[in-house]
């Protein structure tokens, strides 16, 4: 199974839900799929991970470039709904100091509203 992207837009948000797993063969694949679906008005981007059930080290790499160009543009990036796996992979590569986290997606979309 490769990963496929659901998404999801709510006043300027755009919310990728992700399904399935990020690994080595498909890390490009999930970067071109995230980066086609943002467009310039897009002021904010959650990643949601609920239906995330596996990343690797390539997988991470991914989500920290978005992160860069998403912000490096003045624009908000975050990661939301991870399992305990996933969080703990995070938590170890020191991820979870470099991009935000959030426990819902409606945590994620109220942080970027109220910033």
Same mark, same amino acid.
């Given at each position: 199974? @490769? #990963?496929?992207?659901?998404?999801?837009?709510?006043?300027?948000?755009? &919310?990728?839900? !992700?399904?399935?797993?990020?690994?080595? $063969?498909? =890390?490009?694949?999930?970067?071109? /799929? #995230?980066?086609?679906? /943002?467009? =310039? *008005?897009?002021?904010?981007?959650?990643?949601?991970? *609920?239906?995330?059930?596996?990343?690797?080290?390539?997988?991470?790499?991914? $989500?920290?470039? /978005?992160?860069?160009?998403?912000?490096? $543009? +003045?624009?908000?990036? +975050? &990661?939301?709904? !991870?399992?305990?796996?996933?969080?703990? #992979?995070?938590? /170890?590569? +020191?991820?979870?100091?470099?991009?935000? &986290?959030?426990?819902?997606?409606?945590?994620?979309?109220?942080?970027?509203? @109220?910033?």
């Amino acid at each position: 199974m @490769s #990963v496929q992207v659901k998404w999801e837009r709510k006043d300027g948000i755009l &919310i990728a839900m !992700l399904i399935g797993h990020i690994d080595s $063969s498909n =890390a490009d694949r999930f970067q071109r /799929i #995230v980066e086609s679906g /943002i467009d =310039a *008005e897009d002021q904010a981007l959650i990643l949601d991970f *609920e239906r995330v059930f596996f990343i690797s080290s390539a997988g991470l790499r991914i $989500s920290l470039v /978005i992160s860069r160009k998403f912000n490096d $543009s +003045g624009k908000k990036f +975050g &990661i939301c709904t !991870l399992s305990d796996p996933i969080r703990n #992979v995070l938590a /170890i590569s +020191g991820f979870d100091q470099i991009i935000p &986290i959030y426990e819902s997606r409606a945590a994620a979309i109220n942080a970027f509203e @109220s910033s």
